[in-house]
């Protein structure tokens, strides 16, 4: 399974109704399970982003389809980052060199 990191900006919406965010991140955690995506930690965070969601899916596609349905709810804005553990890096980095 491939790794990503998932950027979160509340919305209005999710402003309004902050007071239900921990539920709606354990409600995101069976969704995606349903989509075959394992959400591996969510954070709240200070800073640029509201929140950082730690997951991993089979392939950008199901990634995509994924922070797509949780970007449906209205309640935040995503952006999504693929992540590469050191394993993963070494051959991509020996491609590069040629």
């Known amino acids: 399974m491939a ?3 998932g950027l979160l900006m509340f919305t209005g919406q999710g402003v309004e ?6 539920k709606r ?3 995101y955690k069976k969704i995606a399970k ?3 995506i394992k959400v591996k930690d969510v954070y709240w965070t200070m800073g ?16 995509t389809a994924g922070m797509l349905s949780l970007g449906l709810e ?3 804005t995503t952006k999504t980052l693929r992540a590469f553990n050191a394993t993963e ?4 980095i020996k491609k590069a060199a040629g």
């Open 25 to 27: 991140a354990a409600q």
């Open 17 to 22: 109704t902050i007071a239900d965010s921990p």
């Open 3 to 5: 790794s990503y990191i």
């Open 48 to 63: 640029d982003y509201d929140g950082v969601m730690i997951f991993e899916a089979p392939d950008d596609e199901t990634a």
């Open 74 to 76: 209205g309640n935040v």
């Open 89 to 92: 890096m070494g051959p991509i």
């Open 34 to 36: 349903k989509l075959n």
